[in-house]
């Protein structure tokens, strides 16, 4: 297998009326990443190592999709609408360049299993000319049956055209193919359209290959792994299902997932073995963990890193850039943005740490935030080790606190503060003996001329 070349020639052309949205329907995402991507991922780790795109409906921005997570891959439009085998025949000159193996695939089954594929591509490798992979769904109406014959398949039929005893096949079509690249092309110039719709048809090569007398055979996929997505209902379910994968995988891989239906994961989450998840955690995409952490309940995480030991949360915010070191701690209601927490540095409670270092073992007050925004531009805040910064401390960027440097609850601090110093950044307390009474009265004697004015109006 490693010595075959191949291509896998993905159809993404579909408009998705049924998604109602302006957005390409294979660009809607699973777990962060788009459907068709999800397909191309599937694909290489089956060993297509080039792809062919085969788009129509919002080129423009597939195209600028496709940059990111197919950047090798070649793009073709299909004009026109005239079915599967015009859609694949769009990218003849991809198929022309003489791969052992052709996968063809649809950028709206984003669960497809790339064990099914390699199963596909080792028949071709027995000498199979067409491979069609089927699935057997838990109701086979409205799907196309495989039909078989002495281990070989013979034809792919439309329900309306199965005869009664056919139609109680339970193996249906699932769209999905391979063929031998020697073949491929004149297969696909055979297919004719003298059918109702006056279409082109993949699915006629199985006869027409048969015909010839080449090999033609079906092998087995999960209902899950074809699931194909045609609204928002079947793009939530199938989101459900690579969900439930994931977590079954972080678990068996040693995360411990307190409540795994709460936990939501993106395509690329990295998360280490002993690290414990409690509930309502959501993973956005970038984020990598390392062993042993805690992360508590309804925390929110995106591009972020986080190092061994760490805790963090509940109710914590990392956004992209957040950099956790060793032992580090996140506590309750926080939120760091593009800044490093040094090893063993506490950032425990409602605070806001944005483009900034803060050094190990430093403490992080209650309600202290650093002001690295002035509605212009972003400046960098450097909070030196050991230092420790009170509660409702305001650290107006750029700043820097040395080394063990201290900063006074209640501070607003503008100047850098050098190591081991204190630094006050308040207005002077004042304290009137009596005031509050006689505030008070005044207060109360507004309240009750309001109240029987009021009363006067009506």
Known sequence: MSQRSCLSVILAAGEGTRMKSALPKVLHQIAGLPMVAHVVKAAEAAGAGSQALVIGHGADEMRKAASKFAPKAETFVQEKRLGTAHAVLAARDAISKGYNDILVMFGDTPLIDADALTVARLKLAEGAAVVVIGFRPPNPTGYGRLIEKGGKLIAVREEKDCSAEERKIGFCNAGMMAVAGSQALTLLDAVGNKNAKGEYYLTDIVEI???????????????????????????????????????????????????????????????????????????????????????????????????????????????????????????????VKKATIEEGAKVNHLTYIGDARVGAGANIGAGAITCNYDGYSKFFTDIGEGAFVGSNSSLVAPVSIGKRGYIASGSVITESVPDDALAFGRARQKTIPGKAKELRERFASAAAAKKKAAGADH
């Open 209 to 335: 290959a048969s015909g010839q007398g080449l090999d033609v055979v079906a092998t087995e996929a999960s209902f899950e792994s074809a699931l194909g997505i045609n609204n928002r209902a079947e793009l939530a379910q199938a989101e459900g299902i690579w969900q439930a994968r994931r977590r079954h995988e972080a678990m068996l891989s040693g995360v411990t997932l307190i409540a795994p239906e709460t936990v939501y994961f993106s395509h690329d989450t990295e998360i280490g073995a002993d690290t414990i998840v409690e509930p309502n955690v959501w993973f956005g995409p970038g984020v990598k963990i390392a062993t042993g952490a805690k992360i508590h309940a309804f925390s929110h995480f995106e591009g972020a890193t986080i190092a061994s030991n760490c805790e963090v949360g509940p109710f914590a915010r990392l956004r992209p850039g957040a950099d956790l070191r060793n032992k580090a701690k996140v506590g309750n209601f926080c939120e």
